[in-house]
Structures are given as structure tokens and as C-alpha cells.
């Protein structure tokens, strides 16, 4: 079965920097494009960032953007997200998630990883 | 970036009733609208996709309907396991934005 399973998260003071892993089985992970997603309790849900499965296309949020990057390493079906300048605000829960489609970059997200929290405070 | 108003963003209803959340785009996304369940503790899961199609596994009795901007997901007949928090989620343009949010619990 599908599997997404993250780690690196921790505690970091702000300025930092941290890289996040997602390593996927149970699937063809260079079939699909994959995304990153946080969750907070005060705003919820919110878009990260999106790699496309030939990794030729990489998009951020606004909140993000020159300062968090994605990867992927298809050899080793692993999705990072490589995390610089940190913030107290980028306190959440990062998750990787599914495209629900094979080689289209938005769709539903069919599989989620259980999600690594990241802590930013001095 | 595209708006999505959810509601309610809280509801208590009874074991069998029908029950109806909505979710209204800031502009117009098609069908490309999506609904996840979430449990305490666990990840979203993909009930719905592209405003009215059953993911796969998934109880008949879940269902989602509209486009262009409304948008509506429904549970034909509530039952217990059903308690969690919904979310829409539109994926027609970037960024990709969720609605916030409706509890879910029994009366």
C-alpha cells in the first residue's frame, strides 16, 4: 500500500534552517508530482509547495518563496523540503502529499504522510 | 489567491440526519473542488475529487455536487464514524487553497 512517511522536524530558533524528508513506497514515486502542505490550529491548512514528477517544474506560496525549496531524489523515492530563514509564523505540522493522478502536477491529494512538526522559537 | 468560504464552521447533528457543508470559491475553479475528512491525530483523506467524483473505498453515502464557484458536499446519513473536521480544497490554480474548516459532531 501507499505510504509517505516524514521526519526532520524539531525545534529550531529562528533564522535556521532544517531539511525535511518524505520517503514514499508502494508506488511508482517518479509517476507523480508531490506537494508539500503545513497545518496549524489558528490558520489551518495551507500550501507549501509543488515539484512535478520530472521535477522540471518547482512553485511556492508567496510565504515561502526564496526561502524554502524542494527536491526530490527519485533513486531513493524520497521528497525534501529544504527550509532557510525560518520563522516563529512556520510553526506547523509539514506534511508531503499525493497528486491522485499520474504525471499531472494538481489534483486531489490521495496520500498524506502523518506530517513532522517544526517548532520555531528562540 | 483564490478565497474559499466554508460553512458552517461548526455542526451538531444526529445519527441519520442528512447533512450539508458548503464551500463558495472567490472565483470561478470549474469542478476542480476537492473534500477531505480529518480525524484527531491523522491525516486528511480525499473523500471527493474534482467537485463530484467518490474516491475510491469510500461510503455511497458521501457525495459532492457543483461548480464554477458553489459548491457542496454531503453525508446522506450520518453515522458516528463520521465525526471529524471536513475541508474543501480548490486545485485549479496556484497557490492551492483550503477552505478553514467544519467540525462535525453528534447531537
Known amino acids: 500500500q501507499v505510504q509517505l512517511v516524514e521526519s526532520g522536524g524539531g525545534v529550531v530558533q529562528p533564522g535556521r534552517s532544517l531539511r525535511l524528508s518524505c520517503v514514499a513506497s508502494?508506488?511508482?514515486?517518479?509517476?507523480?508530482?508531490m506537494h508539500w502542505v503545513r497545518q496549524t490550529p489558528g490558520k489551518g491548512l495551507e500550501w507549501v509547495a509543488l515539484?512535478?514528477?520530472?521535477?522540471?517544474?518547482?512553485y511556492y506560496a508567496d510565504s515561502v518563496k526564496g526561502r524554502f525549496t524542494i527536491s526530490r531524489d527519485d533513486s531513493k523515492n524520497t521528497l525534501f523540503l529544504q527550509m532557510s530563514s525560518l520563522r516563529p509564523e512556520d510553526s506547523a505540522i509539514y506534511s508531503c502529499?499525493?497528486?491522485?493522478?499520474?504525471?499531472?502536477?494538481?489534483?486531489?491529494?490521495?496520500?498524506w504522510g502523518q506530517g513532522t512538526l517544526v517548532t520555531v522559537s528562540s | 489567491d483564490i478565497q474559499m468560504t466554508q460553512s458552517p464552521s461548526s455542526l451538531s447533528a444526529s445519527v441519520g440526519d442528512r447533512v450539508t457543508i458548503t464551500c463558495q470559491a472567490s472565483?470561478?475553479?470549474?469542478?476542480?473542488l476537492n473534500w477531505y475528512q480529518q480525524k484527531p491525530g491523522k491525516a486528511p483523506k480525499l473523500l471527493i475529487y474534482?467537485?463530484?467524483n467518490l474516491e475510491t473505498g469510500v461510503p455511497s453515502r458521501f457525495s459532492g455536487s457543483g461548480s464554477g464557484t458553489d459548491f457542496a458536499f454531503t453525508i446522506s446519513s450520518l453515522q458516528p464514524e463520521d465525526i471529524a473536521v471536513y475541508f474543501c480544497?480548490?486545485?485549479?490554480?496556484?497557490?492551492?487553497?483550503f477552505g478553514q474548516g467544519t467540525r462535525l459532531d453528534i447531537k
Open positions: 472565483q470561478d475553479i470549474s469542478n476542480s
Open positions: 502529499a499525493r497528486v491522485n493522478l499520474r504525471g499531472v502536477p494538481m489534483g486531489g491529494f490521495d496520500n
Open positions: 480544497q480548490q486545485c485549479d490554480v496556484l497557490p492551492i487553497t
Open positions: 515539484i512535478t514528477y520530472d521535477e522540471v517544474n518547482k
Open positions: 474534482d467537485a463530484s
Open positions: 508502494g508506488f511508482t514515486f517518479n509517476h507523480y508530482a
